[in-house]
């Protein structure tokens, strides 16, 4: 029984914390924001036509297809200074721990 417990916390000791998967592009999203792999995970590029601007926040308008997770329409309003840096001059966003809650939105600098 020693032995068992002992091989089971070597092996959560050698697991390590899980990596946060890559965006399509290469560059990683924060292990925070992240949960599950490149196939599976609630990160995902979304489509700039599905952000709108509006007052000081970003309006993210979602139909079933724009994130892998979404199976109907949802409208999330989004303040500016929550988002995080896209690294790729694309929009992100993560779903979690359901299809409801937006966890971590990337946007790409503004320019101006």
Known sequence: MR???LLSLAAIALAGPVP?????SGW???QYCCNGSNHNGDCQ???AT???IVHGDYQVTLAPGDHRLA???HIFLLPQGTARRSQDGEYHLCL???ED???CFYAPDMGF
């Not at 946060?20 to 399509?24: F, L, T």
């Open 3 to 5: 032995a068992t417990f």
């Open 20 to 24: 946060a998967h890559d965006a399509p």
């Open 28 to 30: 990683q999203y924060e």
């Open 45 to 47: 590029m979304i489509p």
């Open 50 to 52: 599905a952000v709108r």
């Open 71 to 73: 199976t109907r329409r």
């Open 96 to 98: 979690y721990p359901t």
């Open 101 to 103: 809650t937006p966890r």
